[in-house]
């Protein structure tokens, strides 16, 4: 062999070794789905979000590096400690390599400890407690659809200009329906409002008779519910019978979903204003999209905005380890944040050093039901809210991994 040709050979062999260096553990990518299959969010999430992970593993080819894929799922029944020991005994004995969806904000944070102290990954798509990405942010963790300050920033500002000036708030008894509550009087006294009252409701919970009464007492022009899911559709049926509607207050539920607005329906829900991240008739990429979930999961019913964020976060996860190749947790979600998010979801996205994913949020009202054309065309868009206006600035979090904190 000539010298020029042993230095051709030597250059092909350099140029192919980061491809050859590729390291997948145990030469599988295992993904676990990790969320309420049986209780108050299990339709805004649940089997859904196990679908719409699925479809990403299989849009994007079911192998990495030809590493399979591998997804599972589990039930967490909302409660930390079960979510916790199907997380260590995930990690521990399955080898999975990243934890995806976990609604329940008290069983998202303990999960953000454990991803944390492993070093597996942590995609978050239906949590809704900003200090996910605040002093409890980690490195291994993003946080993806939405929070309570990007929920707060988007309703409470937006009902309190047009006038709706005093709060009252009905709030779910643990970190989540706290955290919107707080965020939420914030937006609201920022905005020149005032509130007058909150009370805390058990979760979950199926009568909030009392609760809507002392609400109604306050004669608060607004009543936040800060509460999400079954809570919320109880909260807003049992307001409607008892016309608390129709009697000059506005409720509002500060985080609903269309599964909600579906499962009341338009004649109960019209009027609602909400802010959401993402909804199925946008364009033509989510109407295509949400028809394939829609088929998968037997046809009558379309993706709520987290289920879409589940797709979205598992897809950009998969290809910063095609980008990267490797699993290990840190180096991944570095990579992720090195790479604008585009697809159905969103186009555009960053994820920030905190774990944030910033994108443009959805201020909506629920039509009237003469206004509905089709199945599920519950929304008109009011306003899109820039994701730099709708998430929490970078240096408000208080996250250690933001440079001078």
């Not at 109880?234 to 500060?254: P, S």
Request: proline letters at 3%; one cysteine or more; aromatic letters at 8%.
């Amino acid at each position: 062999m000539t010298l020029k040709k042993v230095m051709m050979l030597s250059a092909t062999l350099l140029l192919a070794a980061p491809a050859a260096q590729a390291q997948i553990s145990d030469n599988l990518v295992k993904i676990g789905v990790l969320n309420d299959q049986s209780g108050a969010y299990s339709d805004l999430a649940g089997k859904g979000s196990v679908v719409a992970a699925q479809m990403a593993i299989d849009d994007f080819g079911g192998k990495v590096h030809g590493a399979k894929i591998e997804l599972i799922s589990a039930d967490h029944q909302n409660k930390p400690d079960v979510g916790s020991a199907i997380a260590n005994r995930w990690i521990d004995v399955e080898q999975v390599d990243a934890i995806v969806d976990v609604p329940t904000s008290s069983v998202a944070l303990a999960i953000q400890e454990i991803t944390r102290n492993k070093d597996r990954v942590h995609l978050n798509s239906t949590a809704g407690a900003s200090s996910l990405t605040g002093e409890k942010c980690s490195p291994t963790m993003v946080h993806w659809s939405y929070d309570t300050y990007a929920q707060a920033r988007g309703t409470g500002t937006a009902l309190t200009k047009a006038g709706g000036d005093s709060w009252f708030f009905i709030t779910a008894d643990y970190a989540f329906g706290n955290a919107l509550r707080d965020d939420t009087m914030a937006a609201v006294k920022d905005a020149g409002g005032k509130v007058l009252g909150s009370v805390s409701a058990p979760f979950p919970n199926t009568d909030f008779s009392s609760f809507l009464l002392q609400a109604q007492g306050s004669q608060a022009k607004v009543i936040g519910l800060a509460n999400a899911g079954a809570d919320t559709i109880n909260a807003i049926k049992q307001a409607h019978e008892f016309g608390i509607d129709k009697g000059g207050q506005k409720l509002t539920g500060l985080l609903t979903f269309i599964s909600d607005i579906h499962s009341l329906g338009l004649e109960t829900a019209q009027g609602l204003v909400l802010t959401d991240s993402w909804y199925w008739d946008l364009n033509d990429d989510t109407r295509a999209w949400a028809k394939r979930w829609s088929a998968i999961m037997g046809g009558g019913r379309m993706p709520t905005s987290v289920q879409a964020g589940v797709y979205s976060a598992v897809l950009h996860y998969l290809r910063a380890i095609d980008k990267s190749g490797t699993d290990e947790a840190k180096k991944v979600v570095d990579t992720m944040k090195t790479m604008p998010v585009n697809d159905m979801y969103t186009k555009g996205g960053k994820i920030r050093a905190d774990g944030r994913m910033v994108h443009d949020m959805y201020l909506v009202q629920v039509k009237k039901p003469s206004e509905s054309k089709y199945p599920w065309d519950y929304y008109n868009i009011l306003r899109v809210i820039p994701g730099e206006d709708a998430f929490r600035p970078l240096d408000k979090g208080n996250c250690p991994l933001v440079s001078g904190k």
